[in-house]
């Protein structure tokens, strides 16, 4: 929506404080978060959406990328398996999911 009025209307009868959120987009702050943010969906490949990335805790405590990036509503599935342990070229839990 181009129009803020319009957006803050919209806003507002979904039972937010349409003015207040759209000066929050606005800051500064804001925009160089969604900068950054684009900056890494771009470097990650990520195309489209919705697009998502599965982060695991290793052992040492690091967060770890598993599996591919998944793209699209109808793959919430595999989001799930993936959230579950499922990882890619684990036979016996491919055999389960089926």
């Known amino acids: 929506m181009a129009n803020e009025a319009?957006?803050?209307q919209v806003?507002?009868?979904?039972g937010y404080d349409g003015?207040?959120?759209i000066a929050k987009a606005n800051q500064q702050d804001a925009k160089n978060r969604l900068r950054e943010s684009t900056a890494e969906a771009k470097a990650l490949g990520i195309c489209g959406v919705?697009?998502?990335r599965v982060l695991r805790k290793s052992p040492s405590g690091e967060w770890v990328h598993v599996g591919g990036i998944v793209w699209g509503q109808d793959e919430m599935n595999v989001v799930e398996d993936l959230i579950a342990g499922w990882e890619e070229g684990d036979q016996k839990k491919d055999e389960a999911r089926l």
């Open 19 to 21: 003015a207040s959120l």
């Open 11 to 14: 806003l507002d009868a979904a």
């Open 50 to 52: 919705p697009s998502y």
């Open 6 to 8: 319009v957006l803050a």
